[in-house]
């Protein structure tokens, strides 16, 4: 997937041919709307910065593996989001989950196990 704003570069056909006879999907921000990009902008920024910079890859599987790697062992288990309290997404997903069990009854449910609420909290 390429996602730009829609200059264009990147609106030309050629362009979107080149990118669709590689396999990729292009992907635009709506008209007038330059806040499409704003996450996505700050991801691969942060990306680059901390894990890629002037890093080389042999094979496209290896950069992927490598993506993939940064993904679930760095991104969403390490690095603290501000949109999520300073938690990182492994544990903003785990408060979810555990928040969700935490009934306003004063019991958790979870499989054939209840539980006083008091016990679930900040677990």
Same mark, same amino acid.
């Given at each position: 997937?390429?996602?730009? !704003?829609?200059?264009?570069?990147? =609106?030309?056909?050629?362009?979107?041919q080149m990118?669709?006879?590689?396999?990729? @999907?292009?992907?635009?921000? &709506?008209?007038?709307?330059?806040? !499409?990009?704003? *996450?996505?902008?700050? *991801?691969?920024?942060? #990306?680059? @910065?901390e894990q890629? !910079? +002037? &890093? &080389?890859?042999?094979?496209? =599987?290896?950069?992927?593996?490598?993506?993939?790697?940064? #993904?679930?062992?760095?991104?969403?288990?390490?690095?603290?989001?501000?949109?999520?309290?300073? #938690?990182?997404?492994?544990? *903003?997903?785990? @408060?979810?989950?555990? !928040? *969700?069990?935490? #009934?306003?009854? +004063?019991?958790?449910?979870?499989?054939?196990?209840?539980?006083p609420v008091?016990?679930?909290? +900040? =677990?």
């Amino acid at each position: 997937m390429h996602h730009s !704003d829609r200059g264009v570069q990147y =609106a030309c056909g050629n362009y979107v041919q080149m990118v669709e006879g590689a396999g990729g @999907q292009v992907s635009m921000s &709506r008209p007038g709307n330059p806040y !499409d990009n704003a *996450f996505c902008e700050s *991801f691969i920024g942060k #990306l680059k @910065q901390e894990q890629w !910079d +002037g &890093r &080389r890859y042999a094979t496209v =599987a290896e950069a992927r593996t490598d993506l993939r790697r940064i #993904l679930e062992e760095v991104y969403n288990a390490e690095r603290i989001h501000s949109a999520l309290g300073y #938690l990182t997404p492994a544990e *903003f997903e785990q @408060q979810v989950v555990t !928040d *969700f069990f935490c #009934l306003t009854d +004063g019991v958790r449910v979870t499989g054939c196990h209840r539980m006083p609420v008091t016990e679930c909290q +900040g =677990a």
